[in-house]
Nanobody
Framework: QVQLVESGGGLVQAGGSLRLSCAASGRTFSSYAMGWFRQAPGKERESVAAISWNGGRTYYTDSVKGRFTISRDNAKNTVYLQMNSLKPEDTAVYYC????????????????WGQGTQVTVSS
């Protein structure tokens, strides 16, 4: 089992940056693929980024490519999402998720979820 806690959300102006962190606890972290998802009011939850257990493979949804970077530090049991050049349409609750196995995109493939952290980008 894995427990996940997100932090780092907040209110920023368009064009600004935030770094989200997801601290994990549990028996095994390094063997888990990790993902970041977001859900805005009135919209479906979508995958933002994902990273394989060793960081060798990453995924980004088209709308964040070139602006967001996912990374992980297995020694610290932490995954990060660096968000640059933020846009109002990035406003959402951001969730960290984990799964035992290879990198996938679909949210229903993930077994463990954090509580979410709010990101608000003003115009």
């Amino acid at each position: 089992q894995v427990q996940l806690v997100e932090s780092g959300g907040g209110l920023v102006q368009a064009g600004g940056s935030l770094r989200l962190s997801c601290a994990a606890s549990g028996r095994t972290f390094s063997s888990y693929a990790m993902g970041w998802f977001r859900q805005a009011p009135g919209k479906e939850r979508e995958s933002v980024a994902a990273i394989s257990w060793n960081g060798g493979r990453t995924y980004y949804t088209d709308s964040v490519k070139g602006r967001f970077t996912i990374s992980r530090d297995n020694a610290k049991n932490t995954v990060y999402l660096q968000m640059n050049s933020l846009k109002p349409e990035d406003t959402a609750v951001y969730y960290c998720a984990a799964r035992s196995g290879r990198l996938v995109v679909a949210d229903d493939a993930y077994d463990y979820w954090g509580q979410g952290t709010q990101v608000t980008v003003s115009s």
